[in-house]
């Protein structure tokens, strides 16, 4: 082994990051830029592929000066999933935006499959939906006319992989993989029938599909290896390597997840996936996602009605509840266990006495009873890991605590995404003797507060609101 740090990429919905990490699992140095987001339509969420390339290889050259490929160990990548590009497979330029993983302008194609939704289950675990990357890529190609012998269909992580090695190598991993609804889960594959249904075809999708810590490709002689999507390298990262064992990721949305063990299970309102997968095999996961999380806080922000994330926190830790606000931001539906992408997002039970503050306890609130609406749908979980940028809101995990009933232990960064890729390619190198090996100090943790019968009510008027939202 020839150096000992490891270059980790984390690239998200909203920004491009990248850490240097050293033996010790230490942060070393860390490099972001924020790109570009577009809507150009209701329900429409794109991003610009070679502004999140450019942008990618900038940080890695930031956190890199003075450090010479020979002191690199590995590069890792963690990459939001689902997200959808398309590029020339001659140039690697992308022939039309990248389908962020939050658009649904493919519902009337799923729509029109509905009557094989059980099939697509049973074959992918995901349910048939335009969140994922088979219904983005399909309509994409028909919405630009692209022969699908001369481009690449990828998600974010192949796209890094075919820039990284010049070209050379079109693969992903078994995570990413697992979130287009194009692969088998029990056969790690493309499935042939999947395949028809969405009408893609085999030679434009990567021509490999490995565990996180295959080696993919080198970069200036570095190994590319411990590539994640960003929830299951959180779920890796965050110790999640037992049975039961349970993690939610705070981000743009949410990400809840539990590890099933070696075999797929399957669950109402629920996906099953591959949560990592390494030489030591795989172990499989059941998921629900929140489509708007810390995005909620966000629009919030961008309405006008508050200047930062950080000024909600500020309000809503001056008042005791909502005063019977409840927001339901089904901005673009609503995601698991509801899956109903016709939803509209809802602020409900206003007054003339209601409050700005109020508004901002509804909106906390609200990332926290979707995360319970999930968990609700999971086997029992004595004790939740949390990480992601919002974890670091004390409120939040106090109400997600509440609501859930069962203690809240954060992890003490919100880089777990970056760092549970960086692990996995840290022990494929040689880098960490194993993952008990790697020191992982734990952040606060927080214990539910209120009684079960509190706890009923607050869920009872949650379920309220969100009928109406879907009416």
């Known amino acids: 082994m ?11 919905t909203s920004a491009s990051k990248v850490l240097l990490i050293d033996e010790e699992g230490n942060i070393l ?9 577009s809507f150009p339509q209701p329900g429409w969420a794109e991003h610009d592929g070679q502004e999140i390339l450019a942008n990618v290889l900038l940080c890695v050259e ?5 450090i010479g490929p020979d002191q690199a160990a590995a590069l890792a990548i963690s990459n939001q999933r689902e997200t959808t590009v398309l590029w020339d497979r001659k140039t690697g330029q992308p022939v039309c935006p990248v389908i962020v993983w939050q658009d649904i302008r493919s519902q009337a194609l799923c729509d029109s499959l ?3 939704s059980k099939r697509v289950k049973e074959i992918t675990g995901l349910a048939l939906s335009p969140y994922y990357s088979a219904a983005k890529a399909a309509h994409a190609i028909r919405q630009y006319d692209l022969v699908q012998e ?9 796209f890094l992989i075919w820039h990284l090695s010049g070209g050379k190598v079109f693969a992903t991993d078994t995570t990413n993989a697992a979130r287009t609804q194009l692969m088998s889960l029990s056969t790690l594959d493309w499935d042939d029938s999947m395949l028809d249904l969405f009408g893609i075809r085999r030679e434009t999708l990567a021509e490999a599909i490995y565990p996180s ?7 200036r002689g570095i190994p590319v290896t411990g590539v994640m999507g960003d929830s299951h390298a959180a779920l890796y990262g965050n110790g999640c390597h037992r049975v039961g064992e349970a993690k939610a990721t705070y981000g743009t949305g949410s990400s809840v997840m539990q590890n099933i063990g070696n075999s797929p299970v399957f669950a109402p309102g629920l996906s099953t996936c591959v949560g990592f997968h390494n030489k030591d095999g795989v172990h499989y996961a059941l998921e629900g ?10 629009f919030l922000c961008e309405l006008g009605m508050f200047t930062d994330p950080d000024e909600i926190e500020r309000l809503a830790n001056t008042v005791h509840d909502s005063g019977g606000v409840q927001l339901i931001p089904a901005f673009s539906g609503l995601g698991a266990p509801y899956f109903n992408s016709d939803a509209k997002g809802l602020l409900w039970g206003l007054s003339r006495g209601t409050t700005r503050a109020q508004v901002a306890y509804a909106a906390l609130s609200s990332i926290a009873q979707q995360n319970a609406d999930i968990l609700a749908s999971m086997p029992p979980v004595t004790l939740l890991h949390a990480d992601g940028g919002a974890s670091r809101n004390a409120l939040l995990m106090q109400m997600q605590a509440d609501l859930l009933g069962c203690p809240i232990q954060c992890a003490a960064t919100n880089e777990l995404s970056a760092l549970g890729a960086a692990y996995m390619a840290g022990i494929a190198t040689g880098v960490y003797p194993s993952f008990a090996a790697i020191p992982r100090p734990l952040g606060p943790r927080y214990t539910p507060s209120i009684k ?12 309220a609101a969100v009928e109406k939202a879907i009416q």
């Open 29 to 37: 140095r860390r490099a972001s830029r924020n790109h570009h987001q």
């Open 114 to 116: 509905k009557i094989q």
């Open 2 to 12: 020839k150096g000992r740090y490891i270059i980790s990429v984390d690239q998200s």
């Open 452 to 463: 079960p019968s509190q706890r009923l009510s607050l869920r009872s008027d949650w379920k």
């Open 289 to 298: 996602n929140v489509t708007c999380s810390a995005d909620t806080l966000i």
């Open 62 to 66: 930031q956190v890199m000066e003075g």
């Open 213 to 219: 810590d295959h080696i993919f490709c080198h970069w």
């Open 150 to 158: 001369d481009i690449c269909v990828g998600t974010v992580d192949s």
